[in-house]
């Protein structure tokens, strides 16, 4: 034996630091090494992938890799891939899910410490997934965790507008959900076949709602934001019912016939009691290319009436957050998969954009509709 032999103590240390890259966690909590054996200056580890298929294989090859060889004395790192048995993969789901083997949803539970905000509007096109995504991969930039689920069912534009080509890999009947722009994304789309349209039925949307909410490996989020089908439907009740302490942000141009159809589906909120927590106006100008004026291409004044309209029905203030501006790579940042927050951060679509997401994650939970298990009392 050399004086210079790694220890086996200084091996572990350098591996608890290897983060899993699907679960976040390190291997070793997630008893994916199986061996370490030291030979001289040599180490031979064993890992063992959840799956083989797992599209993570070469990824976790080299964080090992890294983290072993940068052991003093360390010389040269082989690290051989195995797959977990059924017992072992069974044993890591219940450890992902908190020692429990039953499903339930995280966010739901009386502790949960996630904001979530269900992104509606009256129509489509009026910029819903392109405000969701540019709010998720604002907060991801200022260091929260987030995840966005793609709930439109019929539209769904997520991964394109984020980027994400991967698919979801499955532990048992976990989901771990690919990651973009530092933005956790499940979407419909993963699930069905090519471009496929779907048509799905209420009760088949409820489940599927459910299970993205409760099979999903979400880990600990500070935000999740859920990109709504149009309208009033279905799947706003279905969330309301799921996440009670789920609120909504409502998305409208600042066209009147958008906003009556917006106005409706911020008022399924009075039967959910859910939590309107403002409006973001879309398309509210056109920054005219010749001067420095604007043109209002779709009208002006909608956000304004549908807050307005909503603080009366609801009974509590709903403000209008932002008007947004057409901006023509707002557009194109959503046809390449790259955000314009992250694009270009500083120009004034971005801003305004950075703004929402900044109130929107540092405001205090709303207590709004919510029941919170008290019996008032009354002090003399
Ligand atoms: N402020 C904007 N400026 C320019 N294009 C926009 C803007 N908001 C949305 N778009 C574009 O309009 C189309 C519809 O937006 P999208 O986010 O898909 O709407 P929704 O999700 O409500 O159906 C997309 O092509 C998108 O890139
Ligand atoms: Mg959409």
Known sequence: MSASRPGADAIQAALATVLDPEIGRPITELDMIESVRVTDDTVDVVVLLTVSGCPMREEITSRVERAVTAVPGVRSV????????????????????????????????????????????????????????????????????????????????????????????????MIMPPQAHGVKVISTGMFTRGNEPVTWRGPMLHRALEQFLSDVFWGDLDVLLLDLPPGTGDIAISLAQLVPSSELLVVTTPQLAATEVAERAGTVAVQTRQNVVGVVENMAWLPCPHCAGRVDVFGSGGGAAVA?????????????????????????????????????????????????????????????GRSLGLTPTRRS
């Open 78 to 173: 082989r690290v051989r891939l195995e797959v977990m048995s059924a017992e072992q993969r069974a044993a890591l789901h219940t450890k992902l899910r908190g020692g429990t083997a039953t499903r339930s949803i995280p966010f739901a539970q009386p502790g949960s410490l996630t904001r979530v905000y269900g992104v509606a509007s009256g129509k489509g096109g009026v910029g819903k997934s392109s405000v969701t995504v540019n709010l998720a991969a604002s907060m991801a930039r200022s260091g929260l965790s987030v995840g966005v689920l793609d709930a439109d069912i019929y539209g769904h534009s997520i991964p394109r507008m984020l980027g994400v080509d991967r698919l979801p890999t499955q532990v048992e009947k």
């Open 308 to 368: 307005e309209r909503l603080t009366r029905v609801l009974g509590h203030d709903v403000p209008l957050l932002a008007q947004l501006p057409i901006d023509v790579r707002l557009r194109e940042g959503g046809d390449s998969g790259v955000p314009l927050v992250t694009a270009d951060p500083d120009c004034e679509a971005s801003k305004i954009l950075r703004e929402v997401a900044e109130r929107l994650s540092s405001r205090s939970r709303g207590l709004a």
